[in-house]
């Protein structure tokens, strides 16, 4: 643009001598070359980053075929050496128990085991042509890695956060709580900016903002909870560190009439 | 409790030991409990084949006749765990036993005539397995009477009354079967994990004998935290039927009774719902979300009405809670949620659970009468279980 207007300034004096649509030719071919070179530039990148493109996609379709054939063996080898039955025998009642079969579960994980190797060799290929293509530092590619890694920090926190709140208001409705709900999406709130500033943090957005909006907020939610929690369950500190003292008094003897439960003493549910 | 030296044994000559004795192996219990244990046992069998294991420290010359022999030291548990019965066949298999009658702590509570029964059903090899059938208040052993008896009997064809009963009598057999299966949570370091007599029995087609034994001080759970035991016990159950799948799903014809329903007197004294009600609601309203999540809208309408009824009026319908006990264990065997959340959103219905069974004591009807209702209900909604057991996506309103 600048040299445009250069040009313009150069030819300024000479404007009343020639007529008008020389100027405007001039206008238009510097345009045209600029888009020209622009279009030369941008072609000239994806052809260079064409083979790192073709390299990624060759690299996840060989290693996910390489993938459903260790699946596929190892399927049918842990169910010919019979793993599954081997398990069940062995685990009794173990609290944790996959879903599905064991042998299923290992096939399956070595399947997207091979998966997510393909994608990081892919992904490697394709950086490194681009590393070479690309005559500008443009920070493209590692803002794309950041961005999975924040999916994968937003999914996590969302998990743990319903997890959490789940285990929070289970747990106060059962120590008959009033106020379990207001709990349990405190904790959930409490995670869920955790997360956010995380997530926000690794994508390098915000800055100091960020940081100072997550430290009010979080703050305020603890100190919100902390004081609701304090003036609400005095009694239920009390009693609680009471029966603590009193199971410690009688460690090891089994009673066999116990400390009524449920405010009843006739109820004895064992 | 400390062991006693191996000095006990030493003192009983080898040939004190009897091919046909009767191992008797007792809790930790106090010296006055292990006197009048000893008195009922002496006064039961013949002192000539009995060997008695005990943890506790005591004079054996009192009882002459009787070998003894010391038992590793446990802490009192208010039930058996994997590691007794693993502990139980060994000491069988070297003191050359071939019954064993396991005795819990207070079993002095018990009377003599019920050590005899016990342990003479198994030696005169009538059956594998001989279980108590305890006369306990109306209000008491309530997790039993709520889940696990009607669970055992509808699925597992068992009128036993106390599945998990702190005595047992076992046959040799029995023994081994149940030491097989403990050993495979001592493998896992689960060595305080629960046992399923009755499934065990039912699954290796052994003859389980339930026998009167009259009243009995039942010992509690150290933890008085109601929370963590219901959850244990109840998630052990669930996992033992999930296991043993297989089994229950073929039907099963259920022995006849083995008598007229015994009365049981219901308590005088009113007892005090009001806590275990405003648990209910509080959970209802606050545990809706997860609910709905493992129960269907039938039941929810149903636990909604409960909601809205008066304290006096509450009732839980006998249908209602079996569906609501079968849906908690599918979703248990389907990991629905998380399985520490899925027993932890069970004990408010069971705490429902109780204050209806109260209120229904309390009217008039025999509690007994009513638990049998409950066990009925269950047998009732079996092929429910059964068929969302195999397809559980199938619809259901």
Redesign the interface.
């Known amino acids: 643009m600048q040299n445009i207007l250069a040009t313009m300034l150069q030819e300024a004096p000479n404007q009343n001598a020639g007529p008008s649509y020389i100027d405007n030719a001039s206008i238009w071919r510097h345009m045209s070359d600029a888009l020209h070179q622009s279009l030369y530039r941008v072609l000239s990148l994806l052809i260079a980053i064409l083979p790192g493109i073709l390299a990624f996609f060759v690299a996840l379709a060989i290693f996910t075929v390489i993938g459903m054939l260790i699946s596929a063996i190892l399927r049918r080898g842990l169910a010919w050496v019979k793993f599954d039955d081997y398990l069940?025998?062995?685990?009794?009642?173990?609290?944790w128990t996959p879903?599905t079969s064991p042998s299923a579960l290992i096939a399956r994980g070595s399947f997207w085991v091979c998966v997510l190797l393909g994608l990081i060799i892919g992904v490697s290929a394709f950086d490194a042509s681009y590393a070479t293509a690309a005559t500008r530092p443009i920070s493209l590619l590692p803002y794309l890695t950041h961005s999975v890694g924040a999916i994968f920090l937003l999914i996590a926190g969302s998990l743990i956060a319903r997890?959490l709140a789940?285990?929070v208001?289970?747990?106060?409705?059962?120590a008959?709580l009033?106020y379990?709900?207001f709990l349990?999406l405190g904790v959930k709130w409490l995670v869920l900016v955790l997360t956010a500033a995380m997530v926000l943090d690794h994508l390098e957005i915000g800055g100091i903002v960020a940081e100072l909006a997550f430290g009010i907020l979080f703050g305020g939610i603890v100190l919100t909870l902390a004081l609701a929690v304090g003036l609400g369950s005095r009694d239920l500190v009390s009693r609680s560190l009471e029966?603590h003292v009193e199971?410690s008094g009688?460690h090891?003897?089994?009673?066999?009439?116990?400390?009524a439960?449920?405010?009843?003493e006739?109820?004895?549910?064992? | 409790m400390m062991a006693t030296a191996n000095s006990i044994s030493d003192t009983q000559s080898h040939s004190a030991r009897v091919a046909t004795g009767l191992l008797v192996l007792l809790a930790p219990m106090a010296a006055n409990e292990l006197d009048s244990v000893l008195a009922n046992l002496a006064s039961s069998f013949a002192t000539e084949g009995l060997v008695v294991g005990t943890p506790d420290a005591f004079s054996p010359e009192s009882w002459p006749g009787v070998r003894f022999i010391p038992t590793r030291a446990t802490n009192a548990s208010w039930t058996l765990k994997a590691a007794d019965f693993i502990h139980a066949y060994q000491l069988a298999g070297e003191n050359e036993a071939r019954a064993i009658l396991m005795l819990g702590p207070g079993s002095s509570s018990l009377r003599s005539s019920a050590l005899r029964d016990l342990g003479n059903a198994i030696l005169s090899n009538s059956a594998e397995l001989a279980v108590p059938c305890y006369d306990l208040p109306a209000r008491a052993g309530l997790i039993n009477s709520a889940i696990l008896y009607p669970l055992t009997r509808a699925l597992f064809a068992s009128r036993v009354r106390f599945p998990l009963a702190v005595d047992l009598g076992l046959s040799l057999r029995m023994a081994e079967r149940l030491a097989l299966a403990a050993q495979r949570f001592a493998a896992t370091n689960q060595s305080e994990a629960l046992l399923w007599p009755i499934n065990e029995a039912a699954l290796a087609g052994f003859v389980t004998k339930e026998l009167d034994v009259g009243p009995r001080a039942t010992p509690q759970p150290a933890e008085t935290d109601i929370n963590a035991i219901l959850a244990s016990v109840t998630g052990s159950l669930f996992a033992d039927i999930d296991a043993k799948a297989a089994f229950w799903q073929r039907p099963r014809f259920l022995p006849p009774p083995r008598g007229p329903v015994p009365f049981t007197p219901s308590a005088d004294a009113a007892a005090d719902i009001a806590p275990m009600l405003d648990a209910f609601r509080l959970a209802y309203t606050n545990l809706q979300e997860i609910w709905s999540l493992v129960l269907p809208p039938n039941s929810l309408l149903g636990l909604k009405r409960l909601y809205v009824t008066d304290g006096a009026e509450f009732r839980m319908q006998d249908g209602l809670w079996a569906r609501i006990v079968f849906d908690f264990l599918l979703a248990y065997r389907l990991r629905t949620i998380n399985r520490g959340h899925l027993l932890g959103a069970l004990i408010p219905l069971y705490l429902a659970w109780v204050a209806s069974h109260i209120n229904i004591t309390v009217s008039g009807t025999n509690p007994e009468r009513h638990i049998e209702a409950v066990a009925a209900a269950f047998e009732a909604d079996k092929p429910y279980l059964v068929s969302r057991w195999r397809w559980p996506d199938r619809f259901n309103p």
Not at chain 1, 88 to 95: C, D, L, M, V, Y
Not at chain 1, 252 to 259: D, E, K, L, Q, R
Not at chain 1, 261 to 264: A, C, F, K, V
């Open positions: 069940a025998r062995s685990r009794g009642n173990a609290e879903a997890f789940r285990s208001l289970i747990g106060a409705v059962n008959h009033q379990a709900r349990s029966s199971r009688e090891g003897v089994v009673p066999t009439n116990p400390p439960t449920n405010g009843s006739s109820i004895r549910h064992f």
